[in-house]
Structures are given as C-alpha cells and as structure tokens.
C-alpha cells in the first residue's frame, strides 16, 4: 500500500536541513537583539533607552574554519542555522526580513562565548531558503585605558 498523504514538497527541504542539524549534535544558540522603537521622536532623539533582548535559535551547528589568512589572524567559525528557528524569530520580532533579524543581533552567544558576525549567507532549494550560514568571529572584551 502506499501513502498518497499529499505533502508540501516546498518545506521538504527545510525539514530535512532541521533534522540533519538535530542529528550531528545540533545545540541551540543565542541572538542577543536590540529591540528600539523608532516611531516615536524621543526614540529618535535617543531619549527613550533601547532595550534588549535575548532568543534562542536552533538547532544550530558550529564549526571551526580553517585559516586562509596571515598567520596570527583571528580564528574564524562557521554557524549553520536552522531557517525554520530563523523565519520564527523575524515572524516573533514583526521583521520584515531575515536580513534584518541579523542586522539587529549584537552578538550571538554558544556555550556562554560571544561572537560577532561578519557575513551572511543562505542555501535555497525550489525558491525557499532551509539554512543560514554565519561567519563570526570571537568577541573580545574591550576594556578602557586611563592615562595616568
């Protein structure tokens, strides 16, 4: 017998990205977002303090780039993002993209490190993106030096 259950041949490809990602030890990761509103004036004028906020997002892979620079550069890292946890954040936040998902994310947090992210990029299948890919590097504390 055979199953004639019609399907959505659209998000085949997305469920197949998740369950890969779920099954080589995909973790979850941490967008930390700002959150301003930019309809008033006083937010305009930076009266209104811009608040922030923290989602996770997942099933997420991270992996370790190899180094194509100078000697000394700083290491580079490769974070696989499943679309479907990206599509509901941007639907979550009211976002009109999920470009600009990433532009309002400070920093992404993986096992309580901090990266920044240096570029985006997306994998489509029948019109539809299934996985982000981020390139980020290591956050540095930036500490103040007083001349004395």
Not at 33 to 56: K, M, N, P, R, W
Not at 83 to 107: E, K, W
Not at 121 to 141: H, K
């Amino acid at each position: 017998m055979s199953d004639t259950t019609p399907r959505n041949p659209v998000a085949a490809p997305q469920m197949l990205a998740d369950a890969l990602l779920r099954s080589v030890a995909g973790s979850a990761a941490l967008l930390r977002l700002t959150t301003a509103t930019t309809d008033t004036s006083q937010s305009e004028l930076g009266i209104t303090a811009t608040s922030f906020a923290q989602v996770s997002i997942g099933p997420v892979v991270m992996r370790k780039l190899r180094p194509w620079q100078k000697e000394g550069d700083e290491a580079r890292w490769e974070l696989l993002v499943s679309a479907t946890s990206i599509q509901q954040q941007v639907s979550a936040f009211n976002l009109a993209s999920a470009q600009a998902l990433f532009a309002a994310t400070l920093a992404v947090t993986i096992t309580g490190q901090d990266y920044l992210i240096e570029a985006v990029s997306s994998n489509e299948a029948f019109g539809n993106i299934y996985l982000y890919r981020l390139l980020l590097r290591e956050a540095r504390p930036q500490g103040l030096t007083i001349a004395g």
